[in-house]
């Protein structure tokens, strides 16, 4: 099992997918207007390449990351339904 906690202190180190919080909304566009909870921040999964191509050292696809985590695994069980289907 993956350890998911936030990191702030330091970049992942290698290049992958990760669960990233941004200072940008991006469930409004990648803007500064914000949530339900007051703050303009979001969940994105991104991926941290390492090069620095935009400079800044900014090696994330999405902009303003200020804190990451590795994704989770992924949920295998044999006994699956889809949640949004009435049952019958």
Known sequence: ???????????????????????????????????????????????????DKAGGRNCWNVPYVIAWQELPEVYLNNNIHLLDLPNE
Request: avoid cysteine; charged fraction near 20%; glycine fraction near 10%.
């Open 1 to 51: 099992m993956k350890n998911n906690k936030w990191h702030t202190d330091k970049n992942p180190g290698k290049r992958g997918h990760y669960l990233v919080t941004s200072l940008l909304n991006w469930y409004h566009g990648g803007n500064m207007e914000p949530n339900k909870n007051g703050s303009p921040r979001s969940i994105a999964v991104a991926y941290y390449d390492e090069t």
